[in-house]
């Protein structure tokens, strides 16, 4: 069911004011700020948003250059982070607590929306809540919808591709995850190959669109034998590129017939595998009454994928949801979410809380994965 966004205060009608939080995300190669206000039922109003992107800057390198992401996000992390606190009307004194991004990412672009959030947590007086990007992917569909955990997650973006069940704020088990590229990777690393422009994605499937012959290009079936519910891109990364080299004056047709085929494999793999984590998912929660299947991360976008899993969805007997494609991508709500029902449990930080280039979301990843950090907020034993 979808949440009825009141456009003003006055108009909700619950007596709580619940919580307001500033989100802050900077990991990657989008800068973003966010003002939200989470009810103790668990509605969300976003009040105020903004994101600035990177592509310009990336595209001469067909991929995220770290260092003039982090440049870029701290020119203009304070900037944005005035904005929505200018556009919700609101002061830092009106700021239940300030949540950024504190990891996994490129670390001199986390450290960008975390010390910034630091400050304005320190001139706030309120607390900070340090969030690991990931959850903030998985919680997503709740700023939106009316979800209820336990629900599967299918977290598809540049830097990841994991199948997660959700049973809380922070309480995820991770059911399978990339053993190479991530998805977002295997388009952006094609793209790159072909010629197709940055960020790879969006250029496969706009290229895709004009295919006549995709099936002429035969691409492998990841893990066909696997019985896990891991993922692998590598192989089809390879075969793509040595296809790609073996025509010898390559037209806009071959890009198209070559993108839609990768296209295709890929959406075929990510519902290959989330078909057994649905299985799994069944048989660990076997009286749900209606299991979710949750698509978000960057790759969510592509429509082609977004149908194929919709439809296995569906044939498993599963709801299917996917975030707006704002909250698909990088974004700062999800982040100001996640510190909002983290703070709702009263699960914050110190001020010391660390900056993590790595940071596993589940506890079993957490045993076998030192975090860069020692942070309390740490993957949870
Ligand atoms: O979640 P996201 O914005 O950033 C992180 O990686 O955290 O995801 C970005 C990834 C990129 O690899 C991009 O190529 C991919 O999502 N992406 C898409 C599409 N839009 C973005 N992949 C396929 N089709 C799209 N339409
Ligand atoms: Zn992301």
Redesign the pocket.
Known sequence: MALSHASTPEQIPYSSQGLVVLGLES??D?TAAAILRRYDDGRVEVLAEAVSGQNEDHAPYGGVVPEIAARAHTEKIDVLAKKVLRESGLSVRDLDGVAATAGPGLIGGVMAALMTAKGIAMGAGAPLIAVN?LEG?ALSPRLTERLDFPYLLLLV????TQLLIVEGVGQMTRLGSTIDD?A??A??KTAKVMGLGF????A??RFAKTAQDPERFELPRMLARDKSCDFSFAGLKTAARRAWEAIEKPSDQDRADLAAAVQSAIARHLTERTRRAMEMFKARFPDEAQPRLVVA???A??AM?RASLKAEAEAQGFDWLAPPLKY???NAAMIALAGAEHLALGDVDGLDAPARARWPLDADAAKTAPASGSGRKGPKA
């Open positions: 990991s990657c989008d990007h992917h973006s540049g830097g990841h991530a977002g990777e388009f952006d960020p790879g994605g969006p496969v499937e991360g960057g790759v976008a592509n994928v698909c991508t990088d």
